[in-house]
């Protein structure tokens, strides 16, 4: 069969759209983003135990007193495992993806029941909104939308309306034909059929369809943190890359708590608004007062639970709860203050070293007067962002082998400002208690010590690539081992359990690494050099930035790390846990005075 290149079309498409259209994208970012910050400034400005209450009252409002207590006590279990902060931004991001897709996908709903051409046309295009992976959603959502909640959103609601567009259409047709005969033959126009007759009946099943574009809403979060998405989702992808146990726990465990809540009150809300529910309420509220445990079962009345979230609403304004919590940077005295409070914005990996490399510079940068801030990304999304001018800087280029393809793609729009560490090496390493095997050649026909495996990182890492295409067959390896694709997450987790077991594995692994501080690993070396020289990392600015922020990037091209400061600093930065970045940089600032001045120095 010949080659069909449906890639290079698709890429046209969206090549020709952001040619085109980027004024209509614009326009949609900055809406999607007011809504967002919104939203956000609504459910994280109060404080969390008086938002939790308002949430709680709510639910009491909703489902009777036991929903309220445990809604109280699931957000209060958020707040006490330092999440907060990011549960609000992820339901601050569903509330806003699942309100755009519900108001797109009922109309669509209401036209396929009506129309048996328009059904036939709309139902291709949902089985591949529902059925195509959402990562694919996110690659032309990068493009046309840069980095951030916008692209999250964007694919959010591509994945969730399909079900809401089908439960609308379903609810309309499910509805009885004699009961819109009779409406038509009293002379109903249609507009009023469809409201007086057809929608109240639908809303059960409409309703279905409301909570299951929540709940797709929010499952989407995970995937939203891939391309800086602030929330839960950045939370969970930080800990599946640096294999976080307890982060993991934490950031999931606040993603079921708002999944239950937001279940729960979406299934109230449909005995609400429906009729055959507000009769089986009325009769279960007549019911309270002759049968035992009437306090559990009590729900206020819809103007008494309305009040109370008034109340409280008007209780967090009156405390000053939604003015912030202020600017905690310490003073920058007036001889260094040379950034004058101007933002800088760094991207990261998460990578040891490059969350370590970034946060240095942003407490470098608080120091000096700046204003920076630190967004963590896929490193594909990375690369993406920092060519379209989404942040400043970029702190962790492997160069000139690891990340050459990205700046083959958007080179002409990158100043690489140099190396700051040097040399990096790749490799793959063993267990120290596997004996015998110290070089690459030495792997040769003891296959089965591995189960004839090399355990790899992600399918599209220039490491994986070259240790395929060259380092394998080079050593005659490639027909004896399978290297198995996974993650670096995985293959942390795979080393993990198997060096617990005393099990020989190898690995793919390279320098620096915190594993080579954490496991009594051997680097197997390469004799033929098929590896390579190895790389230098590089900090590397957008064309933009580099000319508009000239005194950082003058630093950031005279800065080097050795590789014991480095490894200190990730060690330190680790030994605060996930979450206390910024206390584990300031610990190692404080062991090595003079950092500031010799990164960032300044006239007297």
Do not use: C
């Amino acid at each position: 069969m010949p080659r069909i290149h449906l890639g290079n079309w698709a890429e046209d498409v969206v090549r020709w759209l952001t040619n085109h259209f980027s004024w209509l994208f614009d326009f949609l970012s900055t809406v999607v983003n007011g809504m967002y910050n919104g939203v956000e400034w609504l459910l994280g400005g109060p404080s969390p135990l008086l938002m939790a209450a308002i949430l709680a009252v709510i639910a009491l409002w909703m489902r009777g007193l036991p929903a309220g207590v445990l809604a109280f006590l699931g957000f209060a279990l958020i707040d006490s495992v330092a999440q907060w902060d990011e549960a609000m931004k992820s339901l601050s991001l569903v509330i806003v993806s699942a309100v755009i897709a519900l108001v797109l996908a009922v109309p669509l709903g209401i036209w396929a029941a009506g129309r048996r051409s328009a059904s036939a046309v709309i139902r291709p295009v949902l089985d591949v909104m529902q059925t195509l992976p959402a990562f694919v959603y996110l690659i032309p959502a990068i493009i046309f939308f840069s980095l951030g909640t916008v692209p999250a959103v964007i694919a959010t609601i591509v994945f969730a309306m399909p079900v809401g567009v089908r439960m609308t259409e379903l609810g309309i047709r499910q509805v009885d034909p004699e009961l819109v005969e009779a409406a038509e033959a009293f002379g109903t126009p249609p507009g009023r059929t469809l409201l007086r007759v057809q929608l109240p009946l639908a809303l059960p099943t409409i309703m279905a369809g409301v909570n299951q574009v929540i709940m797709l809403a929010l499952s989407m979060v995970v995937i939203g943190g891939m391309v800086g998405a602030e929330g839960l989702g950045s939370t969970v992808f930080g800990a599946i890359s640096q294999v976080d146990i307890g982060l993991g726990f934490e950031g999931g465990i606040s993603v079921v708590i708002l999944a239950i809540y937001l279940d729960r009150i979406t299934g109230a809300l449909g005995d609400q608004v429906s009729p055959l529910g507000r009769r089986a309420l009325a009769m279960a509220r007549s019911r309270v007062s002759t049968h035992g445990f009437a306090v559990l079962r009590y729900r206020p009345r819809p103007a008494v639970g309305l009040s109370a979230v008034v109340i409280l609403a008007l209780v967090a304004g009156g405390i000053g709860a939604f003015s912030g919590n202020g600017d905690s940077t310490a003073p920058t005295t007036a001889s260094t203050n040379v950034g004058h409070g101007k933002a800088v914005k760094i991207g990261s990996f998460n990578w040891d070293e490059s969350i370590a490399s970034a946060n240095l510079w942003k407490e470098v940068l608080d120091e000096r007067g700046y204003k920076a801030q630190v967004n963590t990304y896929d490193p594909g999304a990375a690369f993406t962002g920092l060519a379209s001018g989404n942040f400043d800087y970029l702190t962790d280029a492997w160069l000139p082998t690891t990340h050459a393809s990205y700046m083959k793609q958007y080179g002409k729009n990158y100043t690489d400002l140099g190396t700051w560490y040097d040399k990096t090496s790749l490799e793959v390493s063993v267990p120290s208690y596997v004996k015998g095997i110290k070089t690459m050649a030495d792997l040769k026909g003891k296959a089965s010590e591995f189960d004839g495996k090399i355990i790899g990182i992600e399918p599209g890492a220039g490491e994986m690539k070259l240790l395929n295409s060259t380092v394998l067959p080079g050593y005659g390896l490639d027909k004896e081992y399978k290297l198995v694709a996974s993650s670096t997450a995985g293959m942390l987790a795979e080393l993990k359990r198997d060096y617990a077991q005393h099990k020989p594995v190898a690995v793919v692994l390279w320098s620096p690494h915190w594993a080579y501080s954490t496991y009594q690993m051997t680097k197997l070396t390469d004799p033929k050099g098929l590896w390579g020289p190895g790389d230098s990392i590089h900090n590397i600015a957008n064309k933009t930035s580099a000319t508009q922020l000239p005194q950082v990037s003058t630093w950031m091209k005279n800065s080097h790390m050795t590789e014991p400061q480095l490894s200190s600093l990730e060690a330190d930065i680790q030994a605060a846990g996930q979450g206390n970045t910024t206390a584990g940089v300031k610990k190692w600032m404080k062991a090595n005075p003079g950092t500031v001045d010799k990164m960032a120095p300044v006239a007297s």
